[in-house]
Structure formats: C-alpha cells, structure tokens
C-alpha cells in the first residue's frame, strides 16, 4: 500500500523561529510536493521537486525554502515563521508522467501549524 | 497558472437528497482527477477522467468530463452521511512538470 508519512501532525511555533516539516514516501516516486491548504483557497503549491537535489517553485514560495537531498525525503523550511504561515501543510508524491495514467498524487496526512 | 472553479464551495443536504458539484475552467486539461478529503486527513483520489464527453460511476457517484475538457461535475444519489467531505478537483496540464492544478474545494454536509 502506498504511504506518504509527513513526521510531526500538529505543531505550535513561534513567530521567527525555523520550521522544518519532513515527508517520506516509500513507493520510489520522482516526484513530491508541497502544498499549503486554507479554508475557501483550495491546496496551494510551495514547491515541487521531480529528482534529488532539483526544486521548482510553485504559486506560493515566498517565506519557504525546500530540500530533497534523498529521492524519498522532502522537506519543508519556513526560515522565520510568521503568524500568517498558520495554515495545514500537505506533503505528496507521484510517478513521472507517462509512468502512472493521469499522474495521481499520493498525499500524507498532513500537519497542522500554527505560529503564535 | 491556471484556474479551476468550484461551486457551490458549501452544501448541506438532507440523507436521501442528490447533489451536482461542479469544476470549471476556461483552460483544457489532459485529464480531471476528483479527490475526497475527510477531516485531519489528506485528500485520496476518486476518480480520473481523460477522455472529453467521459462518464465514470463509483456506485452511487457519477462523474462526468466535458466534451471540450475543460469542466467536469460530480453528482451523488441518494447521499448518505458518509459521503460529507471536502471534495476537491484536479486538472492535469500534462504539459507541466508541476502536475495538479486543484480548485479550492466544495465542502458537503450530508445530515441524517
């Protein structure tokens, strides 16, 4: 079964710390995600990654930063979070296009922030 | 970047009732995903639809591909409350690397 596992569900932070949010897949997929989802705004992309070492950024970068030093392990950085970076995080992978019909994305639970 | 329009973004209905959600865009997509999310979970795939005019049935719902790909709808019979979740679309622009383009979502209360 596929399984994308984002580490930490609920987090509380504080206004300039550094937050690292981390997600591992288990099914050998090129590429993972991450996107943001608030309410009436729908998911929203940060950024993307479709190899090791390589990132695209998404509508949304601005406040992120990303890292993908092992093709199953892509995480997250707000290098100084602020209260409007609040929000559910959702990490997720996928095949490369023409591997997998209709590219479905495997999502992780997803991990809840909030910067006080 | 291309949009994706959801409505309506809240329904609230009585168990037994049906229901049409639909997805719209002024772009067309290679293909449409639907996704349901629950809540505290990530949203998991329904369905994808590739083929312009498609009709695919998961028991008691039907989703439908537009003939221009570039709108779909979600219809539901006989809802129960199983079925509350956010339902969200997809569009697949196989034409980028960045995959998904999703809509904002419409959230379904089904009321027993």
């Known amino acids: 079964d596929v399984k994308v596992t984002q580490s930490s569900r609920y987090l509380v932070k504080r206004t300039g710390e550094k937050v690292f949010l981390e997600c591992v897949q288990d099914?050998?997929?090129?590429?993972m995600f991450w996107y943001r989802q608030d309410p009436g705004l729908g998911l929203r992309l940060i950024y993307f990654?479709?190899?090791?070492?390589?990132?695209e950024k998404g509508d949304i970068p601005e406040g992120y930063s990303v890292s993908r030093e092992k093709k199953e392990r892509f995480s997250l950085i707000l290098e100084s979070a602020s209260t409007n970076q609040t929000s559910m995080y959702l990490c997720a992978s996928s095949l490369k296009p023409g591997e997998d019909s209709g590219n479905t994305i495997y999502f992780g639970e997803g991990s809840w922030l909030t910067v006080v | 970047t291309q949009l994706l329009e959801q409505s309506p973004q809240f329904l609230s209905i009585q168990e037994g009732e049906n229901l049409t959600v639909y997805c719209n865009s002024s772009?067309?997509?290679?293909?449409l995903q639907w996704y349901r999310q629950e809540p505290g979970e990530g949203p998991v795939l329904l369905v994808t639809v590739v083929t312009g005019g498609e009709v695919k049935k998961l028991k008691r719902l039907t989703f439908q591909f537009g003939d221009a790909r570039k709108d779909s709808s979600l219809h539901i019979t006989a809802a129960q409350p199983g079925d509350t979740g956010l339902y969200l679309c997809?569009?697949?622009?196989?034409?980028?690397?960045?995959?998904?383009?999703f809509g904002s979502g419409t959230q379904l209360t089904v009321l027993p």
């Open positions: 099914m050998d997929h090129e590429n």
């Open positions: 997809a569009g697949d622009d196989a034409g980028s690397a960045r995959q998904l383009t």
């Open positions: 990654s479709y190899d090791v070492k390589m990132k």
């Open positions: 772009s067309v997509f290679s293909s």
